[in-house]
């Protein structure tokens, strides 16, 4: 974790939520390879998390919150990624619907949807496409004109939490423009198709979603964005993967202090190969962290930088999440790590999903060194 003090950590006045988080995280732990394993929503983690009035203090000021500061978010987000991967991942999704909704309606609307998530209401993201894969901000379902708005029909696939969302921001084409809209679950024209059987994130149950002439308001769509803004999604992914890093560190490192092999006599710590891969693993899981909170800090000052930042943050912690569990199952060796009781073999599947999810680890590079390459 950033030292305190340091200008990329938390700022000292929203400690609290830091404990808050950490004090959650630990209850989560207790019970994350149960929700893996029944792969059902972890509807009470999700509850604690809004009873704690965290979902709350990250709404702006203006609309009853405190404007938590990104770099406060982001540690929350590793905290419980570490703890519960899939808790982690509905948490984000929802907050970041939540806020999206509210920091880009209009007023009037932002604030039905500020008070929304003060009573409790759950929040989803219904972006992906299909046909669109990666590609989530640039939806191919056209929304034909209607009374009262726009009508669609089509799917939307993986949507964590989506069963037990109350609201969804969700994107289509409007006379040929991505537009965004707030929509609020309608059971008469929407459907949840059961695909979500996944090696990992197994609890988020990111289900396909078929509209079927579904009203899109037109009261409820957001105006034109004004400029790339920060966003929660954006911040919250890195810290996902982060925190299944440092849950695989943890688990490598008392495996290791823990094992004595026979023939040496010596803890499996005293090797020199395992020395040398946790020293980088280690080192790489430092510099992904620190340039994390650097995406976050960035957010904090509203600086357009931000977006390029969550590219390159994004690809880092993805990458380091991966080999920190390939490491550790190497470490675990087939007892404890290649067994399904294993807590490392879970970690190893959910450290899988950071480097698919949009944007996933491939179009990272593939913008980023466009960039750079460009004349
Ligand atoms: C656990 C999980 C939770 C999710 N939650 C949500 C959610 O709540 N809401 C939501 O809307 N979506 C969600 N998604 C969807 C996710 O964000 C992606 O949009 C979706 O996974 C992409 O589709 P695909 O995985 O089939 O990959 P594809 O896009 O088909 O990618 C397949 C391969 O092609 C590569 N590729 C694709 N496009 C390009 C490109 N332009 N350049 C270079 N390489 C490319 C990819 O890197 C990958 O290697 C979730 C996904 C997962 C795994």
């Known amino acids: 974790m950033i030292a305190a003090g340091h200008p990329f950590a938390p700022p000292s006045h929203e400690q609290r939520w830091i404990d808050t988080a950490t004090e959650l995280a630990a209850e989560f732990a207790k019970t994350a390879a149960e929700y893996d394993e029944s792969a059902e929503l972890p509807l009470a983690n999700l509850q604690a998390l809004h009873a704690s009035g965290l979902d709350v203090a990250l709404l702006p000021a203006e609309y009853g919150g405190e404007s938590l500061s990104y770099r406060s978010f982001g540690t929350i987000v590793r905290l419980l990624g570490a703890a519960c991967p899939s808790t982690a991942c509905i948490w984000v999704m929802h907050i970041g619907a939540a806020t999206g909704l509210v920091t880009r309606s209009t007023p009037d609307v932002a604030r039905f949807y500020a008070d929304e998530l003060i009573a409790g209401r759950r929040f989803a993201n219904a972006l992906s496409e299909p046909t669109g894969g990666n590609l989530f901000l640039m939806p191919l379902q056209h929304a034909a004109p209607v009374p009262g708005g726009y009508e669609l029909t089509g799917a939307k696939r993986f949507a964590s939490g ?32 059961p695909i979500w059987d996944t090696m990992g994130l197994r609890a988020s149950r990111s289900q396909l979603i078929e509209f079927t002439g579904t009203l899109l308001r037109a009261d409820r769509l957001c105006p034109p964005s004004t400029g790339p803004h920060p966003n929660h999604i954006g911040a919250g992914l890195a810290f996902l993967s982060l925190g299944i890093a440092d849950a695989a560190v943890t688990a490598l490192v008392a495996h290791a202090r823990k094992r004595v092999i026979p023939t040496t006599g010596k803890p499996l710590a005293e090797m020199q190969w395992l020395r040398f891969e946790a020293a980088d693993v280690h080192t790489r899981l430092e510099a992904a962290g620190m340039y994390a909170h650097h995406m976050c800090w960035l957010a904090d000052q509203n600086s357009a930088d931000f977006i390029p930042a969550t590219m390159r943050a994004k690809q880092l912690a993805n990458v380091i999440a991966v080999d920190a569990a390939q490491l550790a199952v190497r470490v675990g060796g087939a007892s404890a790590g290649y067994l399904r009781s294993s807590p490392i073999e879970r970690l190893f599947r959910d450290a899988q999903a950071g480097g698919l999810m949009a944007y996933s680890v491939e179009v990272c590079k593939d913008v980023i060194g466009a960039g750079l390459l460009a004349d």
């Not at 289509?172 to 679950?185: I, M, R, T, Y």
Request: aromatic content about 12%; hydrophobic content about 55%; overall charge negative.
């Open 162 to 193: 989506c069963e037990i969302a109350d609201h969804f921001l969700i994107n289509a084409l409007v006379d040929g423009q991505p537009a965004f809209f707030g929509l609020a679950a309608d059971p008469s024209t929407m459907a949840y198709i």
